[in-house]
C-alpha cells in the first residue's frame, strides 16, 4: 500500500526559506518511470503543480517558481526534501506531494497536505 | 506556462448528467494524451478519478468517463450522486517542455 506524509512547518516568516519533508511508503523512488511531485494550493483557489522528480534524479519546476525552488530526493531514508526559498504571503498554501504513476503522467496516491503560513 | 481553461461551476440534479469541459493547447491536451481527472471534496487532497484521458482507476465508479476532442477534453459524470458534489480538477503533462499543468478547476454542485 502506497502511503506518502507531508512535514514541516506550518508557520514560516517573509523571506524565510521552507523546508518540506515528504516521506513515503509501499514504492521505490528507483524505479522506472515513478517520480514524486509537488502541488499546492492558496486557500479557496486552485490546485498547482510546482515540482517533480523523477527516479533517475530529474528534476522538473513550475517556470513561476524556477528560481526559488529545489527538489531533492534521499532514498535511503524514503523522502523528498523541498525546499522555497524567499517566502512570501502569497506561497500560503497547502502542500501536497503525490507519487507519479509508473507509466503514466498522473498522480495516483497523494498525501494529506499540510498548510504553510507566511506570516510576520 | 498557462492553466488549462475549465467553467468555474456546473450544477444539475441528481440522476442527471453533466460535461466538463477542459481547454488546452496544441502543446498539451490536443496533441498528448496525458490529461487526468481529480476530484477534490472539501478539506480532502484530490483523488484521480480519470488518467490517460479515459482510463478510470480501479474502484472508480463508471458513471465518471473522459474524451478529448481537439485541444479540450471532458469528463462526463452520468447518473449524478450527491457525493460527487466536489471540485474537479483536470491535469496535463506537456511533453514539448516536460513539464505540467493543472486545470483552473470546476465546482460540481448536485442540486
Known amino acids: 500500500q502506497i502511503t506518502l506524509k507531508e512535514s514541516g512547518p506550518t508557520l514560516v516568516k517573509p523571506t524565510q526559506t521552507l523546508t518540506l519533508t515528504c516521506t513515503f511508503s509501499?514504492?521505490?523512488?528507483?524505479?522506472?518511470?515513478?517520480?514524486v511531485g509537488w502541488i499546492r494550493q492558496p486557500p479557496g483557489k486552485a490546485l498547482e503543480w510546482i515540482a517533480l522528480?523523477?527516479?533517475?534524479?530529474?528534476?522538473r519546476y513550475s517556470p513561476s517558481l524556477r528560481s526559488r525552488l529545489s527538489v531533492a530526493k534521499d532514498r535511503s531514508k524514503n523522502q523528498v526534501v523541498l525546499t522555497l526559498t524567499n517566502m512570501d504571503p502569497v506561497d500560503t498554501a497547502t502542500y501536497y506531494c503525490?507519487?507519479?504513476?509508473?507509466?503514466?503522467?498522473?498522480?495516483?496516491?497523494w498525501g494529506q497536505g499540510t498548510l504553510v503560513t507566511v506570516s510576520s | 506556462q498557462s492553466a488549462l481553461t475549465q467553467p468555474a461551476s456546473v450544477s444539475e440534479s441528481p440522476g442527471q448528467s453533466i460535461t466538463i469541459s477542459c481547454t488546452g493547447t496544441?502543446?498539451?491536451?490536443?496533441?498528448?494524451?496525458?490529461v487526468s481527472w481529480y476530484q477534490q471534496r472539501p478539506g480532502k487532497a484530490p483523488k484521480l478519478i480519470i488518467y490517460e484521458v479515459t482510463t478510470r482507476p480501479s474502484g472508480v465508479p463508471d458513471r465518471f468517463s473522459g474524451s478529448k476532442s481537439g485541444n479540450t477534453a471532458s469528463l462526463t459524470i452520468s447518473g449524478l450522486q450527491p457525493e460527487d458534489e466536489a471540485d474537479y480538477y483536470c491535469f496535463s503533462y506537456t511533453a514539448s517542455t516536460s513539464l505540467y499543468v493543472f486545470g483552473t478547476g470546476t465546482k460540481v454542485t448536485v442540486l
Open positions: 509501499g514504492f521505490s523512488l528507483t524505479t522506472s518511470g515513478v517520480g
Open positions: 496544441s502543446s498539451d491536451v490536443e496533441n498528448y494524451n496525458y
Open positions: 522528480i523523477y527516479w533517475d534524479g530529474d528534476e
Open positions: 503525490a507519487h507519479k504513476m509508473a507509466a503514466s503522467s498522473s498522480f495516483d496516491y
